[in-house]
């Protein structure tokens, strides 16, 4: 299995940018899809960019297209989110997920088996 573990998140004023981490201890970082999810408060989790490191494939939602740009990096075994143009939308609590690799990026948040704890992202306006 794979272990995600969050971080980089904070406050912003909006226009601003944050880069998310996402260290992914355990098994090899090739075998697997990194996705990022948000929730905000009394809204369901909702999908937000993955990546799938073995090919660079990558998949964003609509909200964030062109604002945000999903990367990884297979040395290091680390996934960011880069998120440029932030607004008070975008606050909510961040979290990487992994699955093992398919042909096709998930964008389901139940198709993810592991999920690291969360960072709170907060854009003030």
């Known amino acids: 299995q794979v272990q995600p573990v969050e971080s980089g998140g904070g406050l912003v004023q909006a226009g601003g940018s944050l880069r998310l981490s996402c260290a992914a201890s355990?098994?090899?970082?090739?075998?697997?899809?990194m996705g990022w999810f948000r929730q905000a408060p009394g809204k369901e989790r909702e999908f937000v960019a993955a990546?799938?490191?073995?090919?660079?494939?990558?998949a964003y939602a609509d909200s964030v297209k062109g604002r945000f740009t999903i990367s990884g990096d297979n040395a290091k075994n680390t996934v960011y989110l880069q998120m440029n143009s932030l607004n008070a939308e975008d606050t909510a609590v961040y979290f990487c997920?992994?699955?093992?690799?398919?042909?096709?990026?998930?964008?389901?948040?139940?198709?993810?088996?592991?999920w690291g704890q969360g960072t709170q992202v907060t854009v003030s306006s």
């Open positions: 997920a992994a699955r093992f690799v398919s042909w096709d990026i998930k964008v389901d948040p139940t198709e993810y088996t592991y």
């Open positions: 355990g098994r090899p970082f090739s075998n697997y899809a």
């Open positions: 990546i799938k490191p073995i090919d660079g494939n990558t």
